[in-house]
C-alpha cells in the first residue's frame, strides 16, 4: 500500500493544520498513526486511532491535536490547533503495527512566527 501525506506548510503560533494522509489500499481493519520526527530527535508517536475508533494521543499534543479515520475514503486526519514551534517536524502517517507496518512519504509541519 502507498500512504500519501498532505496538508503540511509554514504557520504561525496559535495557528491550525489538517494533515491528510491517503491510502492505495484499505485502511479499515488497521491501527492507524500519525508520528513526527524533529531535526536531532527520534521519531515519536503523536496520535493513534484503532479500527474501532480508539484515540491516543502524545502528551504534548492532548486536547490541541485530533485524530480521526473515514474508512470510506482510506484516509486519515490530524487536525492541529494552537499550534507551537516545539510542534515543527516532518508528520508521517502510518497503518498497521509492528514490523509489517506501512510508511508514508512524510509532510513537513514548520510553526514559526
Known amino acids: 500500500v502507498q500512504l500519501q501525506a498532505s496538508g503540511g506548510g509554514l504557520v504561525q503560533p496559535g495557528g491550525s493544520l489538517r494533515l491528510s494522509c491517503a491510502a492505495s489500499?484499505?485502511?479499515?481493519?488497521?491501527?492507524m498513526g500519525w508520528y513526527r520526527q524533529a531535526p536531532g530527535k527520534q521519531r515519536e508517536l503523536v496520535a493513534q486511532i484503532s479500527s474501532g475508533g480508539s484515540t491516543i494521543y502524545a502528551d504534548s499534543v492532548k486536547g490541541r491535536f485530533t485524530i480521526s479515520r473515514d474508512n470510506a475514503k482510506n484516509t486519515v486526519y490530524l487536525q492541529m490547533n494552537d499550534l507551537k514551534p516545539e510542534d515543527t517536524a516532518v508528520y508521517y502517517c502510518?497503518?498497521?503495527?509492528?514490523?509489517?507496518?506501512?510508511w508514508g512519504q512524510g509532510t513537513q509541519v514548520t510553526v514559526s512566527s
Open positions: 489500499g484499505s485502511i479499515s481493519l488497521y491501527v
Open positions: 502510518k497503518r498497521g503495527l509492528g514490523t509489517f507496518a506501512d
